[in-house]
C-alpha cells in the first residue's frame, strides 16, 4: 500500500496498482520490450496483493500503514519465495520480480541491516530457476539487466504515485532520465517513450476520517470508492 498523507485526506494506492503504472511506462518504451519483461513490471509486486487488502493500522498516523512502514520481519515473509507466485505464467518473469525482491533489499536501506539470510535463500532459488531456464538462453547477467529495468520502471511509477516533486533514474539502459512532477503533469528528460506524450493511470482511494481501531479501518476500505488518478507525461 503507498498512502499519500497531506493531512487533510489520504490517498491510498495499492502496491499492484502502482505495478500497473510502472507497466503502462514499460509498455510505452522507445525500444519495444520483451513480453516477459513487461510481465514482470505488471506483477514486481504481487507479493503485496493480499496484504493491500487488508493492511494494518499505523496507529500513530491513525491510517492504513505504508508497505516501508511494516516491520522488517513481515516485509520479508511477504516477499519469501515471490518467484513461485508467477513461475506457472512465466518462470522468467519470476526471475525477474524474485530479483527485483532482492534489488530492493541491497540498493534502499542500510546496508548494516540487510537480512542476509532472506537473500541467501533467494538467490539459491534463483540459481535454481536459472538452471531450469538454461536451455532458453537465460543467464544471471542477462536476467539481472532485465530486473534493472524493472527496477527503474518501478522508481519512475513510485514517484508519480507518491506525489514527488522530482527524481532522477539510471537503471533503464539509457541516460539518466528526470523526472519532475507537478500534481498530475510530469516532465521528463531526456524523452524515453514512443509517443511523443503519454498518460499513465491507477486506481485508488481517498480517505478523509482516521481510525482508531483496525477493523474500523477495514471495513472504510471495503466501502470506500474507487477514483481513478492519471499523470500526463511530456517532453522537457
Keep these: 500500500m503507498l498512502i499519500r498523507d497531506d493531512d487533510e485526506t489520504r490517498i491510498a494506492?495499492?502496491?499492484?496498482?502502482?505495478?500497473?503504472?510502472?507497466?503502462?511506462?514499460?509498455n510505452a518504451?522507445?525500444?519495444?520490450?520483451?513480453?516477459?519483461?513487461?510481465?514482470?513490471?505488471?506483477?514486481?509486486?504481487?507479493?503485496?496483493?493480499?496484504?493491500d487488502l487488508r493492511p494494518p493500522l499505523h496507529a500513530e498516523a491513525r491510517r492504513a500503514a505504508a508497505f516501508f512502514e511494516a516491520p522488517l520481519d513481515e516485509r520479508i515473509a511477504t516477499w519469501e519465495r515471490v518467484d513461485r507466485r508467477l513461475e506457472?505464467?512465466?518462470?522468467?518473469?519470476?526471475?525477474?520480480?524474485?530479483l527485483h525482491a532482492t534489488?530492493?533489499?541491497?540498493?534502499?536501506?542500510?546496508?548494516?541491516?540487510?537480512?542476509?539470510?532472506?537473500?541467501?535463500?533467494?538467490?539459491?532459488?534463483?540459481?535454481?530457476l536459472?538452471?531450469?531456464?538454461?536451455?532458453?538462453?537465460?543467464t544471471r547477467e542477462r536476467a539481472e539487466a532485465d530486473a534493472d529495468l524493472v527496477f527503474g520502471f518501478d522508481a519512475l511509477?513510485?514517484?508519480?504515485?507518491?506525489?514527488?516533486?522530482?527524481?532522477?533514474?539510471?537503471?533503464?539502459?539509457?541516460?539518466?532520465?528526470?523526472?519532475?512532477?507537478?500534481?498530475?503533469a510530469a516532465i521528463v528528460d531526456?524523452?524515453?517513450?514512443?509517443?511523443?506524450?503519454l498518460t499513465v493511470t491507477a486506481y485508488a482511494r481517498r480517505f478523509t476520517e482516521r481510525f482508531d481501531d483496525e477493523g474500523a479501518l477495514h471495513r472504510a476500505m471495503e466501502a470506500?470508492?474507487?477514483?481513478?488518478?492519471?499523470?500526463?507525461?511530456?517532453?522537457?
Design 224 to 236: 470506500a470508492p474507487y477514483e481513478r488518478l492519471e499523470w500526463h507525461l511530456t517532453r522537457a
Design 130 to 138: 536459472i538452471a531450469r531456464l538454461a536451455g532458453t538462453g537465460v
Design 103 to 128: 534489488n530492493i533489499h541491497t540498493r534502499y536501506g542500510d546496508p548494516d541491516r540487510r537480512p542476509t539470510a532472506f537473500l541467501e535463500r533467494t538467490h539459491a532459488a534463483q540459481d535454481e
Design 13 to 26: 494506492i495499492g502496491q499492484p496498482a502502482h505495478a500497473s503504472v510502472a507497466a503502462q511506462l514499460a
Design 190 to 197: 531526456p524523452w524515453p517513450f514512443a509517443p511523443d506524450e
Design 88 to 98: 506457472a505464467q512465466s518462470p522468467y518473469a519470476a526471475l525477474l520480480v524474485s
Design 157 to 184: 511509477s513510485l514517484t508519480l504515485c507518491l506525489g514527488r516533486t522530482e527524481a532522477t533514474v539510471d537503471s533503464l539502459g539509457v541516460d539518466t532520465i528526470t523526472i519532475r512532477v507537478d500534481g498530475d
Design 29 to 51: 518504451w522507445s525500444t519495444p520490450l520483451p513480453h516477459d519483461v513487461i510481465l514482470a513490471t505488471a506483477q514486481h509486486d504481487i507479493a503485496w496483493s493480499e496484504w
